[in-house]
């Protein structure tokens, strides 16, 4: 088993940064609640593999997710007999398409957007996976329509093919909370939208403040509202209105999205609901923002925010005790299902070859996800991965939430042209909760996107 990291200008046609060293198995074969058969049986379906070679181009840099990504890999290699090459860059997403432009790419690419990856297969870089790849996504993850239609993109010639499948899931449907605080004020974590509501009124009744919401993120300030908005669109509205929104078909200024903004307004622009009243929603740092929960009183009861969160809690705070979460509920009005708003990695084949479809196929074993999974950082949507190899009950928590999801859309200002996504979006929402209206924010907003066609 060997293994190369890569980095620099072009990643495969540089000199290697470091010699070749074996990779150690992290955890026995046999031992723990690992899925040990899944492994035995890919190693049996690939056994004409040795010696091949396998470069990888990734996202996962050193200082944590390489050295994880690489713990997976090594028991590709110990399957297989395939020698792989992994490399990253500060500029991975850019060194990818040059790399794929240069006609040079890694045999797989794993990115984080999809807009990219549609980009990619628009111009003949991507290798489509063909039917019996789409339906194991399909049968086998949570929400696999969803996934299916993630890494679905129209190739060189117009026609819609099967490129991607997931790796590594971020979920944002998340609310934290204190259980202590909770419990101490006898309130129940909602099960519904309307039952959020209902608790938030109930929390203002009570003389308390139930939100902390802070939008400050120096020059990314708004940022976290458009997470808001993008769960609230998955809850009033049905995915294809998502997607149409997304994309622009349903305009940025449609009664849809307008309601959408406006129940988002409800929560963040009531002095009585929001800690440090609206003045202080647009300034705050997101970052600073959930510690109001921890504080004695507290400043607030409830903080949305996705699975990163918890870094910013402070020392001392203790997952599951201190701190815990709830799914950001649906509503029970609506035939909707239990919709996720998240984000994650997708897979490609960049340059084909036996190891590549291989490893692809790896990606589809328990045994792949959950070597991650009982280390830090990665969540999974495979369905027979095991939950319980999960390395604390918090991860196992919203991993469970990821496999009840019926719906999964990615986050929907990252799919969004750059001047909308990460420009008129972030600055919409600081003039919404500054007092502008939802419409005029909907209508500024679609201006921008009318201006960049």
Known sequence: MHKYLLAGVSAFAIALTSSAYAQELMFPKGEGAFSWDSLQAFADAHKDLSGQKLTIWGPWREGGDQEMFESVIAYFEDATGVDVEYGSSENYEQQAQIDAAAGSPANITILPQPGLLADMASKGYLVPLGDATKQFVLDNHAAGESFVSLGTYKDAQGNPQFYAVP?????????WYSPDNFADAGYEVPQTFEDLQALTEKMVADGNTPWCIGLGSGGATGWPATDWVEDIML???????????????????DPKVVEALDLFGWFAKDDKKVAGGVAAVGTTDFRESPLGLFTVPPQCFMHHQ????PTFFGEGVELGTDADFFYFPAFAGKDLGRPVLGAGTLATITKDSPAARAFIDFLGTPISNEIWMAQSGFLSTLKSANVETYSNETLKGEGQILLEATTFRFDGSDLMPGAVGAGSMWTGMVDFVGGKSAQEVADAIQASWDAIK
Do not use: M, T
Not at 167 to 175: G, I, N, P, Q, T
Not at 235 to 253: C, M, Q
């Open 235 to 253: 809850r009033l509205h049905a995915p294809e209105d998502y997607d149409a929104w997304v994309s622009n078909d349903l305009k940025f200024n």
């Open 306 to 309: 996705a699975s990163f969160i």
């Open 167 to 175: 790796y590594k899931s971020d979920l944002k449907s998340l609310v």
